[in-house]
């Protein structure tokens, strides 16, 4: 009982300690961080609560919020792209035709939303959220046929929600994280 409290104990994340954090949609984006007695860390561009992590497990997938805290997500939830409902391409009719993109234009007119407002809505809201309402009010979103829109959605992914998966160093990924960062120095 007591070997199981202590390997629970190993498994926590705790001031002092080092973490590898890696952003989960984008490739070779890692980064060994100790978490100090400082009140933030950075993490790329990031500026993170330090608070925010110490106490939760290794492994877990976090989202950087707007107030520079981590929430802990199921990653589940944002790999789950497209609405179950929105899959069928049948009218209301009930005639089952498939959509093509042959007659939307790219004249940047299709999104109804402003930069200003699009830049408000993040300060706002989670990553989700602004995705959410970047397809509500995109015009020709419902007119794609479902490559398209899982396309653009991964595209919003990478561009509005940064995902980061807190792990423990090992030798392997210490090695992995080095070799991304500049292989020909590690031969």
């Known amino acids: 009982m007591d070997i199981q409290l202590a390997d629970n104990d190993d498994n926590i994340i705790q001031s002092e300690h080092f973490v590898i954090m890696r952003k989960t949609f984008k490739a070779n984006t890692c980064k060994l961080i100790k978490l100090g007695r400082e009140k933030y860390f950075f993490f790329f561009k990031h500026k993170i609560l ?33 609405n179950p409902n929105s899959n069928s391409n049948s009218n209301d009719d009930g005639n089952c035709q498939p959509k093509d993109n042959r007659f939307l234009v790219d004249n940047n007119s299709s999104q109804k939303l402003t930069r200003n407002d699009i830049e408000k809505i993040k300060k706002e809201k989670s990553g989700q959220q602004v ?10 979103f419902v007119e794609k046929n479902v490559f398209s829109q899982v396309k653009y959605l991964q595209k919003k992914q990478k561009k509005y929600v940064c995902l980061v998966t807190v792990t423990k160093p090992t030798a392997k990924l210490l090695m992995e994280m080095y070799y991304s960062q500049s292989p020909s120095k590690n031969k």
Do not use: C, H, P, R
């Open 131 to 140: 995705i959410q309402t970047l397809v509500e009010n995109s015009a020709t």
């Open 50 to 82: 330090t608070e925010s992590l110490v106490g939760q497990k290794y492994g877990l997938t976090f989202e950087l919020t707007s107030d520079k805290t981590l929430k802990s997500v199921n990653l589940i939830d944002y790999l789950d792209l497209i």
